[in-house]
Antibody, heavy 114, light 112 residues
Framework: AVQLVESGGGLVQPGKSLKLSCSASGFTFSSYGMHWIRQAPGKGLDWVAYISSSSGTVYADAVKERFTISRDNAKNTLYLQLNSLKSEDTAIYYC????????WGQGTLVTVSS | DVVMTQTPPSLSVAIGQSVSISCKSSQSLVYSDGKTYLHWLLQSSGRSPKRLIYQVSNLDSGVPDRFSGTGSQKDFTLKISRVEAKDLGVYYCAQTTHFPNTFGAGTKLELK
C-alpha cells in the first residue's frame, strides 16, 4: 500500500531553518511528481511546492526564494528545506503524490516562534 | 493565480439529508489535453485530507456512490445523498490544471 511519512517538524525561531522529509513506500517513487501542501492552525489547505519526476520544480510565491523542494530517488525520500522562516509559516506540512492529491502523509507540524 | 470560491462555508445537516457544495474557479479548469483537473477532498477532524473525487466526477476506490461530482469549465458541484455521520468534516475543492495549484476555502459539514 502507498505510504507517505513526513518528519522533521518542530519549534524553530523566526529567521532560522528547518528541513522536512517525506519517506515514500508502496510505489515507484521515481516515477511520480510530489507536492508539499501546508495547513496553518484552524485554516485551509495551502499549496507550497511541486517537484516533477525529472526534478523540475514550481513554488508558491509566498515561499519562493526561501523554500527548496528536492528529492532523493535512491532513498525514496522527498525533502523541503525551509529557510528564513516567518511566523506565518507555522503550519502542518503534508507531502502528497502528484496524481491529483491521491495520497497524503499524516503531516509534520512546524511552529515558528521566538 | 486561480481563485477557487467554495460555498457555503458551512452546512448543518440531518442524517439522511442530501446536500450540495459549490466550487467556482476564476479561470477555466480545462487543460490543453481537454481534461478538467478539478478534485474534491474530505478532511475529517484531526486527519489528513482524503481525495474522494478526481477530474470532476470520478469516484475514488471505496467512495460510496452517495457522492457525485458534476460541472465543467469554471462551475462545479459536489453532491452528497443520504448523509451519514462518517461524511462529516471539511470538504475542499482543488484544481491541478494550473500552477500554482489552489484549493477552495472549505465547506464544513456538521450535524444539525
Amino acid at each position: 500500500a502507498v505510504q507517505l511519512v513526513e518528519s522533521g517538524g518542530g519549534l524553530v525561531q523566526p529567521g532560522k531553518s528547518l528541513k522536512l522529509s517525506c519517506s515514500a513506500s508502496g510505489f515507484t517513487f521515481s516515477s511520480y511528481g510530489m507536492h508539499w501542501i501546508r495547513q496553518a492552525p484552524g485554516k485551509g489547505l495551502d499549496w507550497v511546492a511541486y517537484i516533477s519526476s525529472s526534478s523540475g520544480t514550481v513554488y508558491a510565491d509566498a515561499v519562493k526564494e526561501r523554500f527548496t523542494i528536492s528529492r532523493d530517488n535512491a532513498k525514496n525520500t522527498l525533502y523541503l528545506q525551509l529557510n528564513s522562516l516567518k511566523s506565518e509559516d507555522t503550519a502542518i506540512y503534508y507531502c502528497a503524490r502528484s496524481d491529483w492529491f491521491a495520497y497524503w502523509g499524516q503531516g509534520t507540524l512546524v511552529t515558528v516562534s521566538s | 493565480d486561480v481563485v477557487m470560491t467554495q460555498t457555503p462555508p458551512s452546512l448543518s445537516v440531518a442524517i439522511g439529508q442530501s446536500v450540495s457544495i459549490s466550487c467556482k474557479s476564476s479561470q477555466s479548469l480545462v487543460y490543453s489535453d481537454g481534461k478538467t483537473y478539478l478534485h474534491w477532498l474530505l478532511q475529517s477532524s484531526g486527519r489528513s485530507p482524503k481525495r474522494l473525487i478526481y477530474q470532476v466526477s470520478n469516484l475514488d476506490s471505496g467512495v460510496p456512490d452517495r457522492f457525485s461530482g458534476t460541472g465543467s469549465q469554471k462551475d462545479f458541484t459536489l453532491k452528497i445523498s443520504r448523509v451519514e455521520a462518517k461524511d462529516l468534516g471539511v470538504y475542499y475543492c482543488a484544481q491541478t490544471t494550473h500552477f500554482p495549484n489552489t484549493f477552495g476555502a472549505g465547506t464544513k459539514l456538521e450535524l444539525k
